[in-house]
Protein backbone atom coordinates (compact mmCIF):
# COMPACT_ATOMS: atom_id res chain seq x y z
CA UNK A 1 0.00 0.00 0.00
CA UNK A 2 1.77 3.14 -0.75
CA UNK A 3 1.56 5.96 1.32
CA UNK A 4 0.69 9.86 0.89
CA UNK A 5 3.13 11.74 -1.45
CA UNK A 6 3.99 15.35 -2.07
CA UNK A 7 6.40 16.93 -3.99
CA UNK A 8 8.60 19.06 -4.10
CA UNK A 9 10.14 18.24 -0.88
CA UNK A 10 11.46 22.17 -0.66
CA UNK A 11 10.42 25.24 -2.20
CA UNK A 12 11.68 28.79 -2.47
CA UNK A 13 9.88 31.66 -4.10
CA UNK A 14 10.10 35.11 -3.43
CA UNK A 15 7.00 37.49 -2.78
CA UNK A 16 4.58 37.47 -5.46
CA UNK A 17 5.30 35.09 -7.42
CA UNK A 18 2.87 31.30 -7.88
CA UNK A 19 3.49 28.22 -6.32
CA UNK A 20 2.15 24.62 -6.99
CA UNK A 21 2.28 22.00 -4.69
CA UNK A 22 1.07 18.45 -5.44
CA UNK A 23 -0.05 15.35 -3.47
CA UNK A 24 -0.48 11.91 -3.93
CA UNK A 25 -3.24 10.09 -1.62
CA UNK A 26 -3.08 6.76 0.02
CA UNK A 27 -4.32 3.94 -2.24
CA UNK A 28 -7.94 3.67 -1.90
CA UNK A 29 -8.80 7.28 -0.74
CA UNK A 30 -10.70 9.63 -2.78
CA UNK A 31 -10.38 12.45 -0.34
CA UNK A 32 -7.88 14.71 0.04
CA UNK A 33 -7.15 18.19 2.74
CA UNK A 34 -4.64 20.72 2.82
CA UNK A 35 -3.38 22.37 5.45
CA UNK A 36 -0.56 24.99 6.60
CA UNK A 37 1.73 24.71 9.55
CA UNK A 38 3.79 28.11 9.98
CA UNK A 39 6.94 27.27 12.08
CA UNK A 40 6.39 26.51 15.74
CA UNK A 41 2.25 25.96 15.14
CA UNK A 42 0.25 23.50 14.71
CA UNK A 43 -1.27 22.89 11.39
CA UNK A 44 -4.13 24.95 9.91
CA UNK A 45 -7.07 23.82 7.46
CA UNK A 46 -6.87 25.13 4.16
CA UNK A 47 -9.32 23.07 1.90
CA UNK A 48 -10.94 19.77 1.45
CA UNK A 49 -11.33 18.18 -2.14
CA UNK A 50 -13.57 15.05 -2.30
CA UNK A 51 -15.09 14.07 -6.02
CA UNK A 52 -13.16 16.30 -7.47
CA UNK A 53 -15.37 19.67 -5.66
CA UNK A 54 -13.90 21.74 -3.05
CA UNK A 55 -15.77 20.34 0.16
CA UNK A 56 -14.98 22.61 2.99
CA UNK A 57 -12.40 25.72 3.30
CA UNK A 58 -11.08 27.05 6.10
CA UNK A 59 -9.85 31.09 6.70
CA UNK A 60 -7.81 31.86 3.86
CA UNK A 61 -8.04 34.07 1.04
CA UNK A 62 -8.70 32.94 -2.66
CA UNK A 63 -5.37 33.32 -3.44
CA UNK A 64 -4.85 30.02 -2.22
CA UNK A 65 -6.82 27.08 -4.79
CA UNK A 66 -6.89 23.90 -5.63
CA UNK A 67 -8.06 21.07 -7.82
CA UNK A 68 -8.55 17.42 -7.20
CA UNK A 69 -7.74 15.41 -10.31
CA UNK A 70 -10.13 11.85 -11.61
CA UNK A 71 -7.15 9.67 -10.41
CA UNK A 72 -7.58 11.60 -7.06
CA UNK A 73 -4.40 13.43 -6.83
CA UNK A 74 -4.21 16.97 -5.65
CA UNK A 75 -3.18 20.42 -6.54
CA UNK A 76 -2.22 23.75 -3.73
CA UNK A 77 -1.80 26.77 -6.03
CA UNK A 78 -0.75 30.37 -3.94
CA UNK A 79 -1.06 33.24 -6.41
CA UNK A 80 0.78 36.43 -5.16
CA UNK A 81 2.85 34.55 -2.43
CA UNK A 82 3.75 36.70 0.74
CA UNK A 83 6.19 36.42 3.15
CA UNK A 84 3.48 34.69 6.12
CA UNK A 85 2.97 32.12 3.46
CA UNK A 86 6.43 30.57 4.19
CA UNK A 87 5.61 27.30 6.01
CA UNK A 88 5.22 23.22 5.63
CA UNK A 89 2.49 22.56 3.84
CA UNK A 90 0.62 19.18 4.34
CA UNK A 91 -1.69 16.91 2.63
CA UNK A 92 -3.74 14.34 4.14
CA UNK A 93 -6.00 11.88 2.33
CA UNK A 94 -9.05 9.95 3.48
CA UNK A 95 -11.84 8.04 3.04
CA UNK A 96 -15.11 9.66 2.34
CA UNK A 97 -15.94 12.58 4.94
CA UNK A 98 -18.26 11.09 7.31
CA UNK A 99 -17.52 7.09 8.01
CA UNK A 100 -17.44 6.69 11.63
CA UNK A 101 -14.17 4.94 11.91
CA UNK A 102 -12.32 7.18 9.42
CA UNK A 103 -8.79 9.10 9.71
CA UNK A 104 -6.53 11.57 7.38
CA UNK A 105 -3.05 9.90 6.68
CA UNK A 106 -0.55 12.66 6.17
CA UNK A 107 2.44 12.89 3.72
CA UNK A 108 5.22 14.39 4.73
CA UNK A 109 4.89 17.70 3.75
CA UNK A 110 6.18 20.55 1.36
CA UNK A 111 8.24 23.43 3.25
CA UNK A 112 7.47 26.41 1.19
CA UNK A 113 10.12 29.76 1.95
CA UNK A 114 9.26 32.81 0.35
CA UNK A 115 12.07 35.33 0.30
CA UNK B 1 -16.73 26.83 16.10
CA UNK B 2 -14.33 24.60 16.95
CA UNK B 3 -10.94 24.74 19.14
CA UNK B 4 -8.62 22.88 20.80
CA UNK B 5 -6.16 23.98 24.03
CA UNK B 6 -2.71 22.46 24.77
CA UNK B 7 -1.36 23.45 28.20
CA UNK B 8 2.12 23.49 28.36
CA UNK B 9 4.09 24.55 24.60
CA UNK B 10 6.82 22.46 25.97
CA UNK B 11 7.45 19.53 28.53
CA UNK B 12 10.46 18.00 29.70
CA UNK B 13 10.23 14.66 31.76
CA UNK B 14 13.27 12.35 32.56
CA UNK B 15 13.34 8.68 30.68
CA UNK B 16 11.39 6.15 32.81
CA UNK B 17 8.72 8.98 34.11
CA UNK B 18 5.21 9.50 33.26
CA UNK B 19 4.55 11.65 30.22
CA UNK B 20 1.36 13.69 30.70
CA UNK B 21 0.05 15.94 27.85
CA UNK B 22 -2.79 18.14 28.36
CA UNK B 23 -6.02 18.74 25.54
CA UNK B 24 -8.43 20.36 26.52
CA UNK B 25 -11.39 20.97 23.31
CA UNK B 26 -14.27 22.39 22.50
CA UNK B 27 -16.80 21.52 20.53
CA UNK B 28 -20.81 22.01 19.81
CA UNK B 29 -21.48 18.57 18.79
CA UNK B 30 -19.66 15.14 20.18
CA UNK B 31 -16.40 15.55 18.93
CA UNK B 32 -13.81 13.12 17.47
CA UNK B 33 -10.52 13.75 19.42
CA UNK B 34 -7.08 12.87 17.62
CA UNK B 35 -3.62 12.91 19.15
CA UNK B 36 -0.72 13.42 16.29
CA UNK B 37 3.14 12.96 16.99
CA UNK B 38 5.47 14.61 14.48
CA UNK B 39 9.10 14.07 14.27
CA UNK B 40 11.34 16.63 13.07
CA UNK B 41 10.96 17.59 9.49
CA UNK B 42 8.45 14.90 9.10
CA UNK B 43 4.59 14.53 8.79
CA UNK B 44 1.85 14.16 11.03
CA UNK B 45 1.38 10.02 12.80
CA UNK B 46 -1.62 9.59 14.04
CA UNK B 47 -1.21 8.10 17.60
CA UNK B 48 -4.94 7.64 18.30
CA UNK B 49 -8.41 8.61 17.89
CA UNK B 50 -11.61 8.49 20.07
CA UNK B 51 -14.88 8.31 18.12
CA UNK B 52 -17.59 7.77 20.90
CA UNK B 53 -16.70 3.80 21.08
CA UNK B 54 -14.57 3.52 25.08
CA UNK B 55 -13.33 6.66 26.64
CA UNK B 56 -9.97 4.71 27.04
CA UNK B 57 -8.52 5.05 24.16
CA UNK B 58 -5.35 2.96 23.55
CA UNK B 59 -2.48 3.96 20.64
CA UNK B 60 0.81 2.83 19.47
CA UNK B 61 4.00 2.99 21.10
CA UNK B 62 2.32 2.61 24.45
CA UNK B 63 0.33 5.99 24.74
CA UNK B 64 -3.23 6.46 25.72
CA UNK B 65 -5.58 8.82 26.19
CA UNK B 66 -8.93 9.46 28.06
CA UNK B 67 -11.54 10.99 26.87
CA UNK B 68 -13.94 13.08 29.97
CA UNK B 69 -16.73 15.01 28.58
CA UNK B 70 -17.41 16.64 32.15
CA UNK B 71 -13.88 18.46 31.80
CA UNK B 72 -14.08 18.82 27.67
CA UNK B 73 -10.45 17.02 28.07
CA UNK B 74 -8.51 13.99 26.10
CA UNK B 75 -4.73 13.95 28.21
CA UNK B 76 -2.55 11.96 26.23
CA UNK B 77 -0.18 9.96 28.92
CA UNK B 78 2.40 7.43 28.63
CA UNK B 79 3.78 5.22 31.45
CA UNK B 80 7.18 4.99 30.97
CA UNK B 81 9.09 7.65 28.66
CA UNK B 82 11.66 6.62 26.27
CA UNK B 83 14.18 8.57 24.18
CA UNK B 84 12.81 8.12 21.54
CA UNK B 85 9.58 9.88 22.22
CA UNK B 86 11.20 12.92 22.32
CA UNK B 87 8.53 15.19 19.84
CA UNK B 88 6.01 17.44 18.67
CA UNK B 89 2.65 16.47 19.95
CA UNK B 90 -0.78 18.02 18.59
CA UNK B 91 -4.32 17.63 19.76
CA UNK B 92 -6.66 17.80 17.31
CA UNK B 93 -10.55 17.70 17.02
CA UNK B 94 -12.74 16.95 14.65
CA UNK B 95 -17.24 17.02 14.32
CA UNK B 96 -17.01 13.99 11.72
CA UNK B 97 -13.78 11.42 11.36
CA UNK B 98 -12.78 12.71 7.93
CA UNK B 99 -13.59 15.81 8.12
CA UNK B 100 -11.70 18.79 8.98
CA UNK B 101 -9.25 18.71 11.79
CA UNK B 102 -8.91 21.69 14.39
CA UNK B 103 -5.20 21.16 16.08
CA UNK B 104 -3.76 22.82 19.04
CA UNK B 105 -0.45 24.39 19.17
CA UNK B 106 1.47 21.23 19.91
CA UNK B 107 3.23 20.53 22.82
CA UNK B 108 7.35 19.70 22.33
CA UNK B 109 8.27 16.59 24.58
CA UNK B 110 11.76 15.91 25.50
CA UNK B 111 13.22 13.37 27.06
CA UNK B 112 16.30 13.61 29.60
CA UNK B 113 18.40 10.40 29.96
Known amino acids: ETGVTQSPTHLIKTRGQQVTLRCSSQSGHNTVSWYQQALGQGPQFIFQYYREEENGRGNFPPRFSGLQFPNYSSELNVNALELDDSALYLC??????????????FGPGTRLTVL | AQSVTQLGSHVSVSEGALVLLRCNYS??????LFWYVQYPNQGLQLLLK??????LVKGINGFEAEFKKSETSFHLTKPSAHMSDAAEYFC???????????FGGGTRLMVKP
Open chain 2, 27 to 32: SSVPPY
Open chain 2, 92 to 102: AVSDNAGNMLT
Open chain 1, 92 to 105: ASSLPPGQRYNEQF
Open chain 2, 50 to 55: YTSAAT
